[in-house]
């Protein structure tokens, strides 16, 4: 789902940049900003809070990595809300629309590159290194 409103995002951001400010993009960027900032914060709490204590038991770098991946996105969020407010208020101004597209770009770039390392580093170490019992604590962090 991330990779869709991900893919909406650069798509709706891309037809601004093109063709200029419409509702219909805006309404995109919103929906896909709303459940990247929801959906997105959710999960890396729990990866903080119940994944990484225990995965680091075995192995240290790759959380390291992925919390840092974690502030990084959330500082990109943060410009994207404020470059979306912008093109709200001027949405003829050339600055807004090619700061937007700068941001969404960058954001899109790096949160792609996260789930790759989520799912080609990070889950394969769950995989292989966490018991059952292990993954049982984890998912009793979740709750």
Known sequence: MALEQLASLNQATRSIGEDGFTKDALKKIHRALKFLEEEVS???RSEEDALFPVLERYVEGPTERMREDHKVLKKWFVLLRKAVTRIEKTPASSVAVAELSRVSRELVQLFVNHIHKENHILFPL?????TKDALRE???RML
């Open 138 to 140: 984890v998912t009793r």
């Open 126 to 130: 769950v995989q292989k290194f966490l």
């Open 42 to 44: 959710v999960h890396n």
